[in-house]
C-alpha cells in the first residue's frame, strides 16, 4: 500500500514539475515574428527597404513590445500569387507569426484578400497600391495600408499633368489587376476635369524593346502629348531605352506611377540616359533628400545605419518610400499592442490589435506626418477606413544623378 503511495505522489510530483518547467520555458522564450511577403527577387530594392523600415521601429523599443520580442522572417513570393498563398499557409501554421507586411506588388494580395480576410491575417501593407486592397464586402477587413491609394492616385497625377500644360493624354498600363484599378481612376479623373484619354495601351510583363518600341512610336503619332505610365521598374527600364532610341520629336514625357522605384531602374537606366526622358512619378511627401532634416529625422536615420548594415548615409536608402512608409506603420503598429497589450495567445492578441488600430486614443509622430486616429471602423460607407494617407500626402519626384528621388510639387516644408 505504501509503495503505490509513493509511486503516485512521485507522477504528481514530476507532473506539477513539467508543468511549472513547461510553463517558464514557454515565458522565457516568448517572441513573436512578423512575417514580410514580398518580392526579394525581382523588386528586392523595394522589399529590403520595407524590411529596413520595419527593423529600424523595432530598434527604438529594442525589438521589445509589452515584454515580447519581436523578429522579422522574410517570405519571398517573387511576385508570384501562389507562391503568396504558400506563405500565408505558412503564417497560419505558425503561432508566432503574429501578423504580415507585404510588398509593392498587388496582384498577390488581391488574389489572396478573400483567404487573408477569411482566415482573419492581419495585414499591413506599406507600399502596393491597387484600391480593392482595403475595400471589400466581406465581413471583416483585415488589411491596413499606409501607401498611395490607386483610387486618389490617378486623380492626382491626371492633375499635376495638366496644371504642367498638357492637353493630350495617353494611358500606358500593365495588363494587371494593378493596372486596370488604374485605368478606371485615371480615367474618371480625366472625365471629371472635362478631358478624355486619346488611347490606352497595355503591356505584359517581360515585354521586349522591339514591341516597346512599336507601343511608344503608335502612341507618338496619335496625337498624345503625355504618357501616364502605370508598371514596375522591370518594364519601366525597357520602355526608357525605347523611348531614348526614338528620333527626339517622337519622345513623350512620361507621368508615372511609383512602381519605377521599387527595383533597380536607375543602376540600368543610368543618369545620362534619364537626362534626355522628361520622366516624373507620384510619391508620398516626405524624403530624406533634401536640404536639413529635422532632430526626429536625424534621430531616425542615426538608429538605420545602426541597425542596417548596408545604410551608410541617407542615399543608401533605395526605394525610401518603402522605408518611410513600413517605419510609419510599424510605429503606429507599436502604439496599437501598447494600447491592446499581449497576451501571448495570438488568436486574442489579433483581434485586440484589430481593434487597437481602429481606436487609436494616442497620436503616432511618423516621417510622412503625425496620425491621429488613422483608421476608423470599415463600412460600406466608410471605405476609406482602413487608409491613413489622403492625396494631401501625395507629391511628384524625380531621379537625381546619383539615383535618388527628388519631390517637386511638394506641399510640406523642411
Known sequence: MSKVLINSNSFLFFYIFMAFFSFNCNSA???????LDADFSGTKASSNSIRQGINTALAEVNYRIQGINFDIIIKD????????KKNLDDYLKDEKALLIFSGMHSPPILSNKSFINKNSILMLDPWAAAGPITRTSEKENWIFR??????????????????????KYHLLLEDTGWGKSNEKTMTKALINLGATAEG???FNWGLGLNHAKLILRNIAESGAEVIFFVGNASEAKVFSKAMSDLPESLRLPIRSHWGITGGNYTQEITHEERRILDLQFIQTDFS?????????????????????SNIKGKLDIKAQTGFVHAYDLTKILITAINQSGLTGNRTVDKLAIHKALINLNNPVKGLLKTYNKPYSKYSLNNTDAHEALNIADYAMGIFGENGEVILINTTKED
Not at 78 to 84: D, E, I, Q, T
Not at 146 to 166: P, Q
Not at 288 to 308: G, M, R, Y
Open 200 to 202: 490606352v495601351s497595355w
Open 146 to 167: 499606409l501607401s498611395i491609394d490607386d483610387s486618389k492616385a490617378g486623380k492626382y497625377i491626371v492633375e499635376r499633368a495638366i496644371e504642367d500644360g498638357f492637353n
Open 288 to 308: 530624406f533628400i533634401k536640404e536639413s532634416l529635422s532632430p526626429f529625422e536625424q534621430s531616425v536615420l542615426k538608429l538605420a545605419k545602426v541597425h542596417n
Open 77 to 84: 513570393h517573387r511576385a508570384n500569387s501562389l507562391r503568396s
Open 29 to 35: 522564450q516568448s517572441h513573436y515574428s512578423i512575417y
